[in-house]
């Protein structure tokens, strides 16, 4: 099965710089990548999606690319703000989908 | 039909015993899927259906654990025999075929 693992696992930024995730994915035949937010004690919530045939995507601040030959894809987000504090999973699907361990972002005012 | 639905919201249980959680996905979406999430961890596959038809199950499931979707609409996740171990967030969600998965607010187990 697939197998997507996603760096860093936490990351600190200060208010107003960007932040970098990073995932990783193993199966070729995997063609749409979803970023999902999570807030404490919530459900995750999509973001920004990405399909295979595309190599980059952006939605005002939020911004995801995709590599398909090195099967690596990036969320970049722009201008950080404290709301922007939660840990955030990358996932990617096949016949379904499979998610990173997780990265908690923390934005310093 | 506002997005995806569970029931209960909060499950505490004592060890040994057996438990149920509904899900309720969106109406026109016909694929439903389980994930397991404990705490720093991200959403781990357990099952998923389109339609009735219970198309994959991870083989890291127990034989404790039976998902059904009778009527291809709601879903309900059995867990027999529950352990410690079982204690985490379990989560439904719903897409339909291609499309974008939408979580429901999971059901937060916690085994005595």
């Known amino acids: 099965g697939e197998n997507v693992e996603q760096h860093p696992s936490t990351l600190s930024v200060q208010e107003g710089d960007s932040a970098v995730i990073k995932c990783t994915y193993s199966?070729?035949?995997?063609?749409?990548f979803p970023w999902y937010k999570q807030e404490l004690g919530k459900r995750p919530q999509l973001i920004i999606d990405?399909?295979?045939?595309?190599g980059e995507k952006k939605d005002q601040r939020i911004a995801v690319t995709l590599n398909k030959t090195a099967k690596h894809f990036s969320l970049h987000i722009t201008e950080t703000q404290p709301e922007d504090s939660a840990v955030y999973f990358c996932?990617?699907?096949?016949?379904?989908?499979?998610f990173g361990t997780g990265t908690s972002l923390t934005v310093i005012p | 039909d506002t997005g995806v639905s569970q029931d209960p919201r909060h499950k505490i249980t004592k060890r040994g015993q057996n438990v149920t959680f509904r899900c309720d996905p969106i109406?026109?979406?016909?694929?439903l899927y389980w994930y397991r999430q404990t705490l720093g961890q991200g959403p781990e596959f357990l099952t998923y259906?389109?339609?009735?038809?219970?198309?994959?199950k991870s083989r890291l499931l127990s034989d404790r654990f039976s998902a059904e979707r009778p009527k291809g609409s709601f879903s309900t996740l059995e867990i027999q025999r529950t352990e410690q171990g079982d204690s985490a967030m379990y989560l439904c969600?719903?897409?339909?075929?291609?499309?974008?998965?939408?979580f429901g607010p999971g059901t937060r187990l916690t085994v005595l």
């Open positions: 259906f389109q339609n009735e038809a219970q198309l994959e």
């Open positions: 996932a990617a699907r096949g016949n379904q989908f499979y």
């Open positions: 969600a719903s897409s339909l075929v291609e499309r974008v998965l939408l």
């Open positions: 199966d070729s035949a995997s063609n749409y």
């Open positions: 990405i399909r295979s045939n595309v």
């Open positions: 109406s026109e979406h016909n694929r």
